[in-house]
């Protein structure tokens, strides 16, 4: 029964591995190959803490990795979102000070237009 369990985890996994390389145009082989290693790497890491917490389950583990490797993927994600942020307001403060500089220029014609007008009258 385990090893059917297995199987079937195996091949529900090939094609999620085969739809994500279709869908991002990625070479099947290198997404295995990462994957295996990734996966190699967790299960050596788990190994490790399993001597010192004996109780510690893969799954539960695993879970707690896919956890924080999301959080650290919206990280990356929110910095791009700060400095495109920071582009933008970078844009408006020049704006505004060319806005504040015309501003400037129509508030002196208009007092130079006032004097005429007052002169001339």
Known sequence: MK???QLT?????SRRIKNYAQKNDLH????LAKYKDIMHN???AWVKNLQENPELQFRT?????????????RL??????????????GILEDAIKEYK?????????????????????
């Open 42 to 44: 967790i299960y050596k």
């Open 61 to 73: 583990f695993f879970l707690d990795i896919m956890k924080y490797a999301e959080f650290t993927s």
């Open 76 to 89: 990356k994600e929110r910095k791009e979102d700060l400095i495109k942020i920071k582009n933008h307001v």
């Open 3 to 5: 090893k059917i369990k």
């Open 9 to 13: 985890f195996n091949i529900t996994q």
């Open 101 to 121: 500089q015309d501003y400037a220029k129509i508030i002196n014609i208009e007092q130079i237009v006032k004097g005429f007008e007052e002169g001339g009258m």
């Open 28 to 31: 099947e082989k290198v997404l």
